[in-house]
């Protein structure tokens, strides 16, 4: 859904939907033409070759009329059989028929081949000069033809028979029974029909030709000139449309193909003309048809990088300094375009970046004054919690007057002093802060002799790890207050450093005790990180720490707070973030 939102996308859709139709109509208008010359080129070629069909089927009828003529009203013919065979009569009858077959043969120019058939004899007139070949030739086919012939009531209808002894090895044969053994008939070589079809398209220079054996209503194979550019075996003529659309098998060429069937034999004559050559006569449309898409595609390409120029590339300019400056690139200027609305859009973006990055630099500023500010406070909050506790320890000691615990105390105290005023700075070392948790530990110690142990695990590596000040002993004081309520048992803290090999580095700090743990309500409102209520202002001290943390490395650390597992004890856990994950949040 936000690419078709895109302002290129609704351009290059409107300039679709203008130019679409237009093509559309261009298209269907040049294809209707080619449809409209088609059937008019189709109708004169299709007439063309149903009145040869039917002219070459009037020949044959005409033929098949004349051997009964002469079958029937020739005396010759009919004297034949009277006479023995090689008797002077015979012979004389014989010359004059042969002489009346070659007169014959040459008045019609279908027929190559008029013969007289017996079984003693067979009188020949053709245009053939190989006579013994034809005699035999009729020997051979004669009978078969007879037979047939007999079977099929039709008068006018031509058999096809094959003879490789032929040039053109397809034949036409029709047999009229005159008396006895004897028979009238012809033969017309299928050649010389497909010369005289190729002869009305010029011999292929227009349309090609050819003639195909047919059985019922369905081409077969081709009989002569079947080696055209389009096969048509196995298409069935019954109810077919006046004309077909095929494609060459050699070549991609459309060809427009007619066929039609003989009432006379077993023979369909096609004709198949090239498209190319039927569209010859319309410059106009083939133009049209082949210069459209590609002059369609060019006007696209021009107007996409006239677009382009003038109105994408400014606003992928604009898009490019928005997202920069999202980034926190605040240097990033546009260029001035040309156009008016994009010279007022790139200075107002310039003055708008330029604002930003001053506004920017001042809050940035103004925010590491405050974290400053906040940082001095919490330590200032800090420094006197803990002064008020080891006075009050103090003061419990002089009025025992325990005077050895007093001076050691007291040298304790001094030496935590000390280090609250060299610890003003950032961070210190872990080893620094543990140091110090010593110090505290030992006055509690003085406090509460032989009831407080405090226990450590850490590895030598981690002590150099640099923490904030103050981080860990606020949490070990509170484990005193608030977890040493049974004196009689004593009271264990430990604490443990490891590495956090799970969460992205840094190290897990530990501090855990067997007190009485977290009461479940502050326990939930500081997992929560929810204020204290007024009766717990003396965990002060850990939420100071948590604030403290947040400030220095953000989401980078985090203090998880819980109870022991045995149901008493606290476990406060504290993650501290690696060192490029500090650099990182400093930054």
Known sequence: MVFVQSLKVKLLLSFVAVIVPLVLFMIVN???????????????????????????DNNLSATSEYLMKMAILDSDVGLLSSYPYATDNYVL???????????????????????????????????????????????????????????????????????????????????????????VG?????????????????????????LYLTEGNRIMKALAGGDGPVQLDGINMENGPAYVTMKGSESSDQYLVMYRGSQTSNIAYSIMLPEKSMLQGLPFFQMVVFFLPI?????????????????????????????????????????????????????????????IKTLKIGMYEEQLRVKQGELKQLQAQINPHFYMNSLNIIYNFAALKDHESVKKMSLHLADYFRFIMRANRDTITLD????????????????????????????????????????????????????????KQLFVIH????????????????????????????????????????????????????????????????????????????????????MTDRKAAAG
Request: no cysteine.
């Open 186 to 210: 012809a033969i017309i070589l299928v050649k010389d029909i497909s010369d005289m079809l190729g002869k009305q398209w010029s011999e292929g220079a227009i349309a090609d030709s050819g």
């Open 495 to 578: 604490i443990s450093v490891q590495q956090d090999v799970q969460d992205g580095g840094g190290f897990l700090l530990t501090i855990a005790d067997n007190g009485v743990g977290f009461p479940p309500d502050v326990l939930e409102q500081l997992r929560e990180g929810k204020p204290l209520s007024e009766g717990e202002s003396s965990r002060l001290g850990i939420m100071n720490v948590a604030h403290r943390l947040s400030l220095h490395y953000g989401e980078g650390a985090s203090i998880r707070f819980a109870n022991a597992i045995e149901g008493t004890g606290t476990v406060i856990t504290i993650k501290f973030p690696s």
């Open 93 to 183: 009858t014989k010359v004059r028929i042969y002489n009346k077959l070659m007169r014959d043969v040459g008045f019609y120019d279908m027929i190559d081949t008029i013969f007289l058939y017996s079984n003693n004899d067979v009188i020949i007139g053709t245009k053939n000069n190989n006579y013994e070949m034809m005699k035999q030739l009729l020997r051979d086919h004669v009978p078969d033809i007879v037979e047939n012939d007999i079977n099929n009531q039709n008068l006018d209808f031509w058999q096809l028979t094959s003879d490789d002894r032929m040039p053109s090895k397809n034949l036409l044969m029709k047999t009229i029974h005159v008396t006895d053994d004897i028979y």
């Open 30 to 56: 040049t294809l209707y033409a080619k449809e409209v010359v088609r059937d008019k080129v189709s109708e004169t070629y299709r007439n063309t070759l149903d009145i040869f069909v039917k002219q070459t």
């Open 432 to 487: 620094e802060e543990l140091r110090h948790i010593d110090n505290y530990i030992t006055i509690q110690e003085l406090r509460f002799p032989n009831k407080l142990v405090v226990t450590y695990d850490i590895p030598e590596p981690l002590k150099n790890f640099p923490i904030p000040a103050l981080t860990v002993q606020p949490f070990v004081e509170n484990s005193i207050i608030h977890g040493f309520k049974n004196r």
């Open 295 to 355: 002059g369609i595609f060019i006007l696209l390409m021009l107007y996409l990088i006239f677009v382009q120029r003038i109105m994408f590339k400014p606003l992928g300019e604009l898009i490019l300094g928005m997202k920069k400056i999202s980034l926190g690139m605040l240097d990033v200027r546009l260029q001035a375009d040309k156009t008016v609305e994009f010279v007022f859009l790139a200075n107002t973006f310039n003055t708008m970046a330029e604002q």
